[in-house]
């Protein structure tokens, strides 16, 4: 049974920081690209930033210079440093594993974690 996990949300004040983290469990052979999305209420959820295997990353235009991706992919796990941030960032951040092979049947499929709230006050 493969789970996402997780942590770091909070409360920060505007042009704060906070660091998510994200690990991936369970008998996972490998997973093509890591990634977090965000949804605030009464709007849907949007692509934060993401990150392959292989380390190429792309990210939204409203958090491009102030959020990073990184990524430890001996421990399936998945980071989001957040900086500068602001009111619009509050929202529920979710994980999410694209890709992701499970041993031993080797089928692909797309994984979320529960979410982590982040609230920027102004």
């Known amino acids: 049974q493969v789970q996402l996990v997780e942590s770091g949300g909070g409360l920060v004040q505007a042009g704060g920081s906070l660091r998510l983290s994200c690990a991936a469990s369970?008998?996972?052979?490998?997973?093509?690209?890591m990634g977090w999305y965000r949804q605030a209420p009464g709007k849907q959820r949007e692509l934060v930033a993401i990150?392959?295997?292989?380390?190429?990353?792309n990210y939204a235009d409203s958090v491009k210079g102030r959020f990073t991706i990184s990524r430890d992919n001996a421990k399936n796990t998945v980071y989001l440093q957040m900086n500068s941030l602001k009111p619009e960032d509050t929202a529920v951040y979710y994980c999410?594993?694209?890709?992701?092979?499970?041993?031993?049947?080797?089928?692909?499929?797309?994984?979320w974690g529960q979410g982590t709230q982040v609230t920027v006050s102004s």
């Open positions: 990150i392959t295997s292989g380390g190429r990353t």
């Open positions: 999410n594993a694209a890709g992701l092979r499970s041993i031993p049947t080797m089928r692909m499929g797309d994984y």
């Open positions: 369970g008998s996972i052979f490998s997973i093509n690209a």
